[in-house]
């Protein structure tokens, strides 16, 4: 079975304040990449009250998780509070980026679609726009990893930034893509 990246693809990932598909959003990292490696890439912080203000939630075990990050590794947590937008703002933005490929991307990847996409897909949803792409276009992540013989040498030194996450899983599905199909590099 030959597996293929050919065509343009997009892999988002967020940081949130809570596991659950309404959960406030505090940034979004997302990268369009193909077989060749990764085109372009967006990034945004949103402000929490503004998720807020639209019904989204925090919950107590993901806010705790945070702090301690912020404990643990603070350029991490200090990246998220800079620049930030409302949370209409940021989905336009990312609507406009997503928008303005010369070709429709051929999916959108999420590490799982069910967490990322899901709260993603909500966050459209309550700020009242329809998000920039169909439900079968959505393409998972963990279970491509999850194919791959070995896993691919791809560093990520930014754990917790949605930008460097996506482009750490973009290049890890590259590399299991062409793992594959015989084409890794040896």
């Not at 065509?7 to 990268?31: F, M, Q």
């Not at 639209?54 to 806010?63: C, N, S, V, Y």
């Not at 194919?147 to 040498?153: F, I, Q, R, T």
């Not at 030194?157 to 949605?162: G, P, S, Y």
Request: aromatic share 12%.
């Amino acid at each position: 079975m030959k597996l293929d990246l050919s065509n343009l693809n997009v892999l988002v990932d967020l940081e949130t304040l809570s596991l659950r598909k309404d959960a406030v959003i505090l940034s979004i990292g997302a990268v369009a990449f193909t077989k060749d490696g990764i085109t372009d890439q967006f990034y945004i912080n949103i402000d929490p009250k503004s998720c807020e203000k639209h019904g989204l939630r925090t919950d107590a075990g993901t806010a705790e998780w945070w702090t301690n990050t912020a404990l643990k590794s603070p350029d991490t947590y200090k990246a998220l509070l800079h620049r930030r937008v409302s949370l209409p703002c940021a989905l336009e933005l990312f609507d406009v980026w997503y928008q303005g490929f010369q070709f429709y991307p051929s999916g959108i990847w999420g590490n799982s679609p069910s967490f990322d996409l899901d709260i993603f897909a909500n966050a459209f949803n309550v700020v009242g726009r329809e998000k920039p792409w169909s439900f079968g276009y959505e393409r998972d992540f963990r279970t491509i990893r999850n194919l791959a013989s070995s896993k691919p040498d791809v560093q990520n030194a930014d754990w917790h930034n949605a930008l460097a996450d996506a482009r750490y899983e973009a290049e890890m599905l590259i590399e299991i893509f062409r793992q594959l199909n015989g084409t890794a590099a040896q």
